[in-house]
């Protein structure tokens, strides 16, 4: 991977030949600095009609650009609303911001599943309330009182024990990005941006623009 075109003079907070790195730097200053969630991700997708569905969910990974050329990983329900919209269209966005570092990070790309031996390790590290959920929860389908969540979970307490293992209906998602921009907050609004668009999602040189605020 390498950057072949450079326009804009980056440097300080935007320096770095390697934008998931780079990314990846972000986030950690962000942990030290925002209450809650530093990870969380506002996540858009399309449904069967082409309209937007956005949601909060959180980011678990930035896969290095040396680990299958780079990729930003969560996990869900694939049988929940995103994970149909994905299943049907592969593509899908998100934004980081954090507040208190008057940032934000957008994302652009295919995606794919990881449902292999990478999200067991992740649901196992996961605590057992929250693996039970993933076995109690029809996510995004109606749900006719709270009452009947609870006796679910209580169910799959009964039926799995204390390691569950991996429902086969969860598990994560991988965003390749073909695009990504890094945003910070300029005095009079005028911000920084630099994005970085590659020529596919699976590889290839990066080029980095400075856009106007």
């Not at 935007?14 to 962000?30: K, N, Q, S, T």
């Not at 709270?146 to 429902?167: D, Q, S």
């Amino acid at each position: 991977m390498a950057v072949i075109e450079d326009r804009g003079g980056r440097g300080g907070a935007f320096a770095g030949d390697d934008p998931f790195e780079l990314a990846a730097a972000w986030l950690a200053e962000a942990e030290g600095s925002e209450p809650e969630d530093a990870n969380a991700i506002a996540l858009a997708t399309v449904d069967a009609d082409g309209l937007p569905n956005v949601r909060m969910v959180l980011l678990k990974e930035i896969e290095q650009a040396g680990a299958g050329q780079g990729a930003f990983v969560f996990y869900t329900n694939y049988e929940g609303a995103k994970g149909v919209e994905l299943a049907a269209h592969p593509k899908a966005a998100f934004v980081m911001h954090w507040k208190s570092l008057r940032r934000q990070i957008r994302v652009r790309g295919s995606v794919e599943r990881e449902d292999g031996p990478q999200a067991d390790a992740y649901y196992a590290s996961r605590g057992l309330a929250s693996r039970l959920g993933a076995w109690a929860s029809d996510q995004s389908r109606p749900l006719e009182s709270r009452a009947a969540l609870v006796a679910r979970v209580a169910k799959e307490t009964a039926r799995h024990g204390p390691n569950p293992a991996r429902p086969p209906h969860w598990g994560g998602f991988r965003i390749r990005p073909v695009e990504i921009e890094f945003w910070a907050d300029g005095a009079a609004r005028l911000h920084d941006r630099f994005r970085w668009t590659r020529p596919a999602p699976d590889g290839g040189d990066w080029s980095v623009t400075r856009l106007n605020p």
